[in-house]
Structure formats: structure tokens, C-alpha cells
């Protein structure tokens, strides 16, 4: 788990949304939009990349998943609305081996990536936006990149929290959950990733990514 804070325009933004619970829709894609957190998924990404490993985005935000994709890290998506020869292809390509010139290497998942895929290759689970302390969701998504592979049996998982925005208060419940269940769980903060105490990105980069998240 790794806590990244929310940037200073995301924060102010978030807590505009007062209207709806703590799940409510819009605020769901702000958590998840967090420059800092973008920062670090990156930073996370290469940082894998550059050991071969096949890499599963997890999001929750159907909007995040189709912003990630298309503008923050330039990698194919599979979400609900994804046309079933299209997602047939997707996965082909995700299956070959890393250097394969067609290989998919990077894939984001919206919430069919939970139950309705089957990747036994990823080795790298990363998790921008989650169902409040939905256990279930945590399990299946493990077991995505659990799975006994061909070579490098060692499997990473890593959620991205949003500090301040709710987040942490439903992690701590999957948290207790996975230990119970097992797993080594070590909890970072994104200065401890990044050697960066305050926002990584400049407040017109901020808002050029709020635009993207919220189309305002």
C-alpha cells in the first residue's frame, strides 16, 4: 500500500463534492485522479518495465480507466462496454511473451477485471480506485497475478491510496482482511517511492489533469 496525499487543486476540488457519501461517483474519479497518485503509478510502471513484467491497472472509475488509458499512460483498456473480439485480441496480445513485437504489456482493467479474465502472466497488480472495504474485490484482484506462471513465480500488488480523501479509512479494512489472509503487507507513503515531500506536478499541470478527469 502505498499512500500518496491528495494535490493541493484535487484536494480543494474534492471536498466541493459535499453532496453523496464518500462513494459518490464524482469524487470517486477525483481519488483516483490524483496527480500524485499518476505520479506514482508511473513511477511504479517503469520501474517493472524495465524487469519484463506484465502489468494489470485495476480502476474502479470507468472515466479513470478510459483517461489512464488514452492520456496518462498510453496503454490499451478493457472495461464493460469493450466489444468481446476486441477484448479476445487484447488478451492474445497480453499473453505473448514480453518481447513479441504485437505483445500487450501494460493493460487497465475496470471492474470485469476482477472476476471475468483470466491473465495467469501478470506479475504486477497496481490499484488506483477500489469498492470502499469491499474484501471480495481484494481477493479476486490478488488472484489475478497469483496464479503459478511459467517463470518469475513472484507476484507484486500494489494499492495507491489517495491520504486524506476517505481512502484510508477503507484500506485499513482490506488491509486487516489480507493479512489475515497471509500475504506480506508493507504500507509506504509517495515521499518514500518519489524522495518528494510536496506535489509532484505544478498547479497548471493539475489542472490540465482535472480537466481530463472531469472534462471542466
Known amino acids: 500500500e502505498i499512500i500518496c496525499p491528495m494535490s493541493a487543486l484535487f484536494m480543494r476540488k ?3 463534492h459535499t453532496n453523496g457519501g464518500s462513494l459518490d461517483t464524482a469524487r470517486a474519479t477525483i481519488r483516483s ?5 499518476i505520479a506514482v503509478c508511473k513511477y511504479i510502471i517503469r520501474y517493472h518495465q524495465q524487469k519484463r513484467h506484465k502489468i494489470l491497472v485495476f480502476c474502479d472509475s470507468i472515466k479513470s480507466v478510459h483517461v489512464y488509458s488514452n492520456h496518462i499512460l498510453n496503454v490499451p483498456y478493457i472495461d464493460g462496454s469493450t466489444p468481446e473480439d476486441k ?4 488478451l492474445a496480445r497480453f499473453k505473448c511473451i514480453y518481447d513479441d513485437p504485437i505483445a500487450i504489456n501494460t493493460l487497465i482493467l475496470s471492474q470485469v ?11 504486477v497488480g497496481i490499484q488506483l480506485g477500489f469498492l470502499g472495504g469491499s474484501r471480495r474485490q481484494e481477493t479476486q484482484r490478488i488472484g489475478r497475478i497469483i496464479r503459478p506462471k511459467q ?21 485499513n479494512r482490506r488491509r486487516e482482511f489480507i493479512q489475515a489472509q497471509g500475504y506480506n503487507y508493507a504500507t509506504y507513503r509517495m515521499s518514500d517511492i518519489l524522495q518528494v ?20
Do not use: M, W
Not at 485522479?33 to 497518485?37: A, I, L
Not at 477484448?87 to 487484447?90: S, Y
Not at 477485471?113 to 506479475?123: E, N, S
Not at 517463470?151 to 477503507?170: T, W
Open 14 to 16: 474534492f471536498l466541493q
Open 33 to 37: 485522479g490524483n496527480p500524485n497518485k
Open 87 to 90: 477484448r479476445e485480441r487484447i
Open 113 to 123: 477485471g476482477d472476476v471475468a479474465i483470466d491473465l495467469p502472466d501478470a506479475q
Open 151 to 171: 517463470a518469475h513465480n513472484v507476484a507484486y500488488f500494489y494499492s495507491l491510496v489517495s491520504g486524506g480523501a476517505n481512502e484510508e479509512r477503507f484500506s
Open 197 to 216: 515531500t510536496g506535489d509532484v506536478y505544478s498547479i497548471s499541470e493539475q489542472e490540465n489533469i482535472y480537466r481530463l478527469f472531469t472534462d471542466k
